[in-house]
């Protein structure tokens, strides 16, 4: 049986591999490139800067003291501390320094780079002199003294000069034994850069196949998928990012699984009581007008709760779209807190709930009246069916600089801490039981945000368990 091994060029351990080695290739090549090829002229050039270095400290030793005998002091402290030969000579040839066992060696170069140091119009010349066996020197000269005639032309019987001969060691042998010491290096270099890159490439790559599996079962609907991060931040990062959003994608599908049951519950009663009260007025009360009244009223309260129903999800569908446009204008919103609390008249007066509403007066603010509306009387039904025994309702209306507060608070069970960030979600129901037997499709708190947010409004939500809870907003006033 054949097996087909399929190797994708863009995956990041490809990738890595590639660059690694690539990486190890530069380097390497860059090191065989200056210490084989160019480590020659390299040790030429250092000489030269170390030769030009010592004539420069010479020439200001001779100016500040321009005794010979100081001088040649000096100029042996610095022979004896390099391998360089250094003389000093007249611009006509007579010796004036020099170390006395060895007057005479490199006559014949001193004389050929005074002659072409005269001719020059730089204050030094250099040059390599071959040598036997590829031994090569570094020859240098420079001016310690120019002196010049009253007519400005150079003297040379007067002025001094400045020999140095270096010798340059063959760096051939040297360079055969680095090409042998960096064959091995690279060989190991190579070896070091290709298993790196095979464990790096693993170590990174391995985390993200893991991450990109989790995904794939997410896609197939297992929402509780837990995602595992690698040894890096960024990897562990989005790890801990997509199992949050893993979560909250459980979270909705379980809101929403919620609310299919909680509407299908909700449809489901007023169709039945719709039903059986028409049944009724075929069958029993066609001709009774008092019966049948009654049983008409109760078919357009059903049909009134439909409506709540139908139009908490269009409103809600649509702002998710965002396809509702605020129609703001001046209004007064102490007049329409008023005339939302006159509506609860008729729950003040047949089971005793009691309202009780503070105000500065008239406030004017700018916004959509309507939405607005939508929102008091969202935020005061949800206290109706969570206010406590006392069945006691507090709604307050503040000025604050220049804005205005809004708030409504219940003396309720109050709210979990670990539910009290959820209650602005969609299809989200407080696990507090409700103290008025009313249903909903846990639309109303996310719908007062969606509302708030088009406004730009800052809003929250304050709760202690067995205390009650209190919802604010503010919107600017004028």
């Not at 709760?305 to 703001?328: G, P, T, W, Y």
């Not at 929250?460 to 809870?469: P, Y």
């Amino acid at each position: 049986m054949n097996t087909k091994i399929n190797f994708d060029f863009k995956s990041i351990r490809f990738k890595l591999w590639a660059y690694f080695i690539l990486f190890a290739v530069i380097i390497l090549g860059l090191v065989w490139l200056l210490q084989v090829y160019f480590l020659d002229a390299y040790y030429e050039d250092m000489k030269l800067k170390e030769a030009e270095r010592m004539a420069s400290e010479l020439v200001n030793a001779f100016k500040e003291d321009p005794s010979l005998d100081s001088f040649a002091i000096k100029l042996n402290e610095i022979s004896q501390g390099s391998d360089t030969y250094i003389r000093v000579e007249t611009g006509d040839g007579r010796i004036i320094v020099s170390p006395s066992s060895q007057i005479y060696i490199y006559r014949s170069e001193t004389n050929k780079l005074r002659i072409k140091l005269l001719d020059s119009e730089f204050p030094s010349y250099s040059e390599i002199i071959p040598g036997s066996n590829d031994a090569k020197t570094l020859s240098y000269a420079c001016f310690l003294h120019k002196a010049t005639d009253r007519y400005g032309n150079l003297d040379a019987k007067n002025s001094l000069i400045l020999y140095m001969f270096s010798p340059l060691f063959p760096v051939q042998s040297t360079i055969s034994i680095l090409r042998t010491q960096l064959t091995y290096i690279t060989i190991i270099a190579l070896l070091l850069a290709l298993s790196l890159a095979v464990y790096l490439a693993t170590r990174i790559s391995k985390p993200i196949r893991n991450i990109t599996e989790s995904a794939a079962e997410m896609g197939r609907g297992n929402y509780g998928v837990q995602f595992k991060g690698g040894h890096y931040t960024e990897i562990t990062e989005l790890a801990e990012t997509l199992t949050e959003a893993s979560q909250e994608l459980e979270k909705s599908d379980m809101y929403q699984k919620d609310l299919i049951a909680n509407v299908s519950h909700d449809l489901k009663t007023p169709l039945t009581m719709i039903k059986s009260y028409a049944e009724m007025i075929r069958d029993l009360s066609g001709d009774n007008k008092e019966k049948r009244e009654t049983h008409l009223s109760v078919i357009m309260d059903e049909a009134d709760r439909l409506n709540v129903l139908v139009d908490d999800m269009l409103v809600m569908s649509r702002m998710q779209q965002q396809k509702i446009a605020l129609e703001k204008s001046d209004f007064d919103i102490d007049e329409l807190v008023r005339t939302q609390l006159n509506s609860y008249d008729i729950l003040s007066d047949q089971e005793g709930y009691k309202f009780k509403y503070e105000s500065p007066g008239p406030i004017i603010v700018n916004g959509d009246e309507a939405k607005i509306h939508q929102v008091i009387s969202n935020l005061i039904n949800n206290a109706v069916k969570y206010c406590g025994s006392d069945k006691e309702i507090i709604v307050n209306l503040n000025r604050n600089a220049k804005k205005v507060l809004f708030e409504v608070t219940d003396h309720g069970q109050g709210i979990a801490p670990d539910e009290i960030n959820h209650v602005w979600e969609r299809y989200y129901k407080s696990s507090t039981h409700h103290v008025r037997p009313t249903e909903g499709t846990g639309l109303g708190l996310s719908i007062v945000k969606e509302i708030l947010t088009l406004h730009r409004a800052d809003y929250g939500v304050d709760s202690k368990l067995g205390r009650g809870t209190t919802f604010w907003f503010e919107l600017k006033s004028k």
